[in-house]
């Protein structure tokens, strides 16, 4: 069935508003402004708003931005809480914690000079920017499809708007547009669904280690004034995951920000490999250990979210180019897990991907190829640099424990200067690391207080996020009898737990057990893309404007 | 027929309210804001209208400060042919806003002024039927259905004992309601062209409107939790406690 589609034809598309994809369109803009040229720019989102869909801790360290827009604090940049100070706990038990010395804390995991912020609201910031460049800016719209002619990334469709549960055209039936460009960007951050297909498609990552991830659980609670401290930074290992194991690691945050919010949140490292393992759960029942209870007790929980993150650092990252196509941010796996930052990595993949394009058009490339320039770029940058200094910490965690790993890490980065002479390896794949629930310990959350702990509706009501009703299930089984069939004798079904938003569950009893897919809670975390043992779970982009509407997130 | 749309940016619909600590308003800094459910019912009628070739004009207006750029811009892309930026900072009560939207009813000589019936923000339900008494013209408010004819329309509105049907001499105000139509989905080269059409910026002074601040809030607060509830086994039980609650 072929349908009409109206075109547009621009220099260069960014797929995706977060950090890396503002920030490549801000440096094109300002490149051809200083090269006196016209440069056509256009940006989709799949958010109702730039924005909407962003969620991150977030500690920023503005290297990036004070590259990008150096009088950023003139143009009213919202970072405006400069971190005062830096807490590290091991969480030995739910009430016992140790906090760690100054002087263990290892190089990267110290703020001075960084700012906790909203990294959406950074994001709206940088979206303001970008339209007064002349970047044209479309959120509600969602990248449907890559358009790949004769091997050359040519742009993307946009999802059409009107198609109802059945895939039948609606009344109000709206065919989405092509947008073609000479470079397309792609900046969908961690599990980008286009990037995903690219990564394959171009076998981007056939000489990259395996890519690791991690869900990150985060709700910003309005507390007491008195215990408030703007500007506190915490961070945690241990309990509730593991301090010593490795079956399930991860960290969590709780920072100080301003108006009395703090934001409090859970990583958990996706892979975990019991089975009942729920990540909400988890985070529900951190927040009770005193550590944090401090702060939170008498305070309201204003909104809650979650988004899967990427962690394999420098010896996962894919190949970042393709015919006439990039991978910048996320999409392609730049954060910093050693920092736990990936916002200025971000913006500076971005950035290098930016300037790259614009040097070949304004040599008068007609795109198409590939733009090998960036790749150069960012070999010789900070970035690199700053990605190779951190290579090995994601894997002490995973071979050695927090505790053990850590202390390594601390080694290489405080004494070693993040080089030590060799780079270690982690093979295993995220999803392939469940264990059989035959062989797995059941896991007894217990159960929300209400007061600190909630349940998993309550919690995603406070993520504003809306689906249209009528229309196709945007996760879509390969093969339908899986879950039922191989995940539930198998793994119990762990789709039930490691989504964050309620979407999967099991119903019915014996031969009536059915999944059942509520779309409509998805928080857009790409979660089940990544953890399902059996990859049967393919995320794709549902109707434009869907998914949660994060404030201040 | 020349008509006018008047369109309110506001906090959007999906967006989970927040009321501020101090009780002084709700939480809009960094909050998602679009065009009242119920002035995209008013604008989708103005165009339905004109595709019907019942219209030949529509101006679309907005009243509010810097950002309500972008809500002209979504007028612009369901098909207003031009806009008009009422650029004032600050809280705009009804009845300053009637006072804005009679001086351009009159200024642009528009036969109807459609709005919404109400803004979801603070639920008023006030400027389209003050902007009629201010200008001494028929309103018809809560409309489901909506026929323009030469100099009237008849306008059904949805009541308690069911429907109603009015017809009213044009000029005159149309207030809409939720069964009217429902609005499209903006197209993306609809949104792209609206983006490089003109807006009209006018102030307050410009259409000698004397803004009115006849209301203070007070205080705002969110409505009480709902208690937890409890679980009953026998028919008899759930009596006993409705009983127990004076409910029954």
Redesign the interface.
């Known amino acids: 069935m072929s349908v009409e589609r109206?075109v547009?034809e621009y220099d260069v598309l960014v797929v995706g508003g977060g950090p890396s994809g503002l920030s490549a369109a801000i440096r094109l803009k300002q490149l051809a402004a200083e090269a006196g040229k016209e440069l056509s720019v256009c940006l989709v989102e799949k958010g109702?708003?730039i924005?909407?869909h962003i969620l991150s801790g977030a500690v920023f360290e503005a290297r990036a931005l004070n590259e990008l827009i150096p009088d950023w604090k003139a143009k009213g940049a919202p970072l405006n809480v400069p971190v005062v100070g830096d807490d590290v706990y091991f969480f030995r038990s739910e009430t016992a914690a140790f906090k760690m010395p100054g002087l263990f804390v290892p190089k990267p995991m110290h703020n001075e000079g960084n700012y906790v912020i909203?990294l959406?609201?950074l994001c709206?910031w940088l979206g303001q920017q970008a339209e007064a460049l002349g970047v044209?800016i479309?959120p509600g719209?969602a990248a449907q499809h890559a358009i790949i002619e004769d091997g050359v990334v040519k742009g993307v469709t946009?999802g059409d708007?009107?198609i109802n549960h059945k895939g039948e055209h609606k009344a109000?039936y709206?065919p989405?547009?092509e947008l073609r460009a000479k470079y397309t960007l792609f900046a969908e951050g961690c599990r980008g669904h286009l990037g995903k297909q690219l990564i394959a498609q171009y076998q981007l990552a056939k000489d990259a280690d395996p890519q690791h991830y991690g869900i990150g659980i985060k709700e910003i609670w309005?507390i007491d004034p008195a215990k408030h401290k703007p500007g506190l930074v915490v961070h945690g290992a241990g309990w509730p995951l593991d301090l010593l194991g490795t079956d399930a690691m991860g960290g969590a945050f709780l920072y100080h920000f301003e108006?009395?919010q703090v934001v409090v949140g859970l990583i958990v490292d996706l892979s975990y490999t019991n089975p009942y393992l729920s990540p909400f759960d988890e985070f529900q029942r951190f927040k009770h250990h005193p550590v944090v209870k401090q702060y939170l007790e008498g305070g309201t929980r204003?909104a809650y979210g979650a988004r899967a993150l990427v962690k394999g650092g420098l010896n996962s990252l894919p190949k970042l180019t393709f015919p006439g196509g990039v991978l910048i941010g996320d999409d392609a796996g730049t954060l910093n897990y050693a920092k736990i930052k990936g916002s200025h990595t971000a913006m500076k993949s971005g950035m290098l991907a930016a300037e790259a394009a614009a040097e070949a058009l304004f040599a008068g490339s007609e795109g198409g190829d590939e733009l090998t320039g960036y790749t150069a770029k960012f070999k010789a940058s900070w970035l690199y640099d700053e990605l190779y200094k951190s290579r090995n910490f994601g894997v002490f965690l995973h071979k050695f424990g927090a505790l053990i790993g850590g202390a390594i890490n601390w080694i290489e980065q405080n004494i070693f200067g993040g080089k030590f002479p060799f780079t270690m390896h982690d093979l295993k794949l995220d999803y392939a690391s469940l264990r059989l629930a035959a062989d797995s310990k059941k896991i007894e959350y217990p159960k929300p207080d209400?007061k600190l702990s909630f349940d998993k509706l309550s919690s995603v009501?406070?993520s504003?996020?809306?689906h249209e009703e009528d229309q196709p299930v945007h996760l879509v089984l390969k093969d339908k009898t899986i879950p039922i069939a191989k995940n539930l004798p198998m793994y119990a079904e762990p789709a039930q737990r490691y989504c964050p938003a309620g979407v999967y569950e099991v119903v019915g009893e014996g031969d009536a057990q059915r999944f059942q897919i509520n779309a409509q809670n998805c928080v857009h975390c790409k979660t089940c893309d990544i953890k399902d043992p059996a990859q049967n779970i393919n995320w794709v982009a549902p109707e434009g404007g869907g998914g949660p509407?994060y404030?201040?997130m | 027929m020349k008509v006018l749309v008047s369109v309110k940016r506001v906090v959007?619909y999906?967006?989970?309210i927040?009321i501020k600590?101090d009780g002084s308003g709700v939480?809009t800094?960094?909050?998602?804001h679009?065009m009242n459910p119920f002035d995209e019912i008013a604008m989708e009628e103005a165009v339905r209208q004109k595709e019907k070739g019942k219209v030949t004009e529509i101006i679309a207006v907005t009243l509010g400060g810097a950002k309500n750029e972008e809500t002209l811009r979504t007028a612009l892309a369901f098909g207003a042919d031009r806009a008009i930026h009422v650029k004032e900072e600050g809280e705009i009560q009804p009845l300053t806003a009637a006072r804005a939207l009679a001086a351009l009813v009159k200024k642009e000589g528009a036969q109807v002024l459609f709005t919404g019936k109400q803004a979801i923000d603070d639920d008023a339900n006030q400027t389209g039927q003050m902007t009629a008494a201010l200008l001494d013209l028929p309103q018809a408010t809560f409309a489901s259905k909506v026929e323009l004819d030469a100099g009237k329309a008849t306008v059904t509105r949805e009541i308690d004992a069911g429907l109603e049907t009015l017809e009213v001499t044009l000029p005159a105000v149309i207030t809409t309601d939720l069964r009217l139509n429902?609005p499209?989905?903006l197209?993306?080269?609809d949104?792209?062209k609206a983006?490089k059409k003109p807006i009209e910026t006018v102030s307050f002074a410009d259409l000698g409107v004397q803004p009115a601040p006849g209301l203070k809030t007070v205080k705002t607060a969110p409505p009480p939790s709902r208690s937890?509830g409890i679980m009953v086994k026998t028919v008899d039980e759930l009596v006993s406690a409705l009983k127990a609650k004076g409910l029954v």
């Open positions: 109206d547009m109702s708003e924005g909407a909203s959406g609201n709206r044209e479309y719209f946009i708007m009107g109000d709206a989405g547009m309005t108006n009395n204003t209400g009501f406070l504003s996020t809306n509407n404030a201040n | 959007d999906n967006v989970r927040q600590p939480v800094d960094g909050v998602k679009s429902e499209r989905y197209k993306l080269p949104i792209m983006k937890k």
